[in-house]
């Protein structure tokens, strides 16, 4: 299995560019969800699927879109990049949202 | 609101020691409690999951405890390696909270040859 995966590693963007952080698990997992990381803030949910066709907001959500078309894949868009969304964005999944998480590599973004 | 506490934030020991990572939440009422590991600009690798009928988990030189109805988790490393150096990351699955983990900000230890 290769777990939880993440594309791309890094990425640059400019003030209001758009774009698509991809995310796919190959555990069969239900539960999907995205996390953003910040010095001083720790990590912070932005958006959760419990199954596909299910999506709900985290503490984090502006700014941000998601989708869940499949079990297995759950993209974060960035609909017009700002400065504040400067950070490392991580995936997890699990078979339910109370069993263990586990954790892709993370996209470090730096938005200018 | 849960909150997650972590101390210290910072530790350093030499290599061969024991050593204790603490880690406290506000509000008892919780599925789980899992420790992290992150080493640095990498992601998250899932160390122990402690349910929260269970008071403690153990893999290799790790043990986690939970006491619940005080709000505390340890991480116990036994015979710390110099490859043991990363920050450590506890996070809560809250009832109240839709399955999200709410994330302590990490114990960052540091094990001198």
């Known amino acids: 299995n290769a777990g939880v995966t993440q594309t791309p590693k890094f990425q640059v963007l400019k003030t209001g560019q758009s774009m698509t952080l991809q995310c796919a698990q190959d555990?069969?997992?239900?539960?999907m969800s995205w996390y953003r990381q910040d010095p001083g803030m720790g990590l912070r949910l932005i958006h959760y699927?419990?199954?596909?066709?299910?999506?709900d907001q985290g503490e984090v959500p502006n700014g941000y879109n998601v989708s869940r078309s499949t079990t297995e894949d759950f993209p974060l868009r960035l609909l017009s990049a700002a400065p504040s969304q400067t950070s490392v964005y991580f995936c997890?999944?699990?078979?339910?949202?109370?069993?263990?998480?586990?954790f892709g590599p993370g996209t470090r973004l730096t938005v200018l | 609101k849960q909150e997650v506490t972590q101390i210290p934030a910072a530790l350093s020991v030499p290599e061969g020691e024991n050593l204790v990572l603490n880690c406290s939440f506000t509000?008892?009422?919780?599925?789980?409690l899992q420790w992290f590991r992150q080493d640095p600009g990498k992601g998250l690798t899932s160390l122990l999951l402690?349910?929260?009928?269970?008071r403690e988990q153990t893999s290799g030189r790790l043990n986690a405890s939970l006491d619940k109805s005080s709000g505390r988790s340890t991480l116990y490393i036994a015979a710390s390696q110099p490859g043991d150096s990363a920050t450590y990351l506890c996070?809560?699955?809250?009832?109240?909270?839709?399955?999200?983990?709410?994330f302590g900000e990490g114990t960052q230890l540091t094990v001198n040859p």
């Open positions: 997890a999944s699990s078979y339910l949202g109370i069993y263990e998480q586990f």
């Open positions: 555990m069969n997992h239900e539960y």
């Open positions: 699927s419990v199954g596909a066709g299910i999506t």
């Open positions: 509000d008892s009422a919780i599925y789980n």
């Open positions: 402690i349910q929260s009928s269970q």
């Open positions: 996070a809560v699955n809250g009832e109240t909270s839709g399955s999200r983990l709410t």
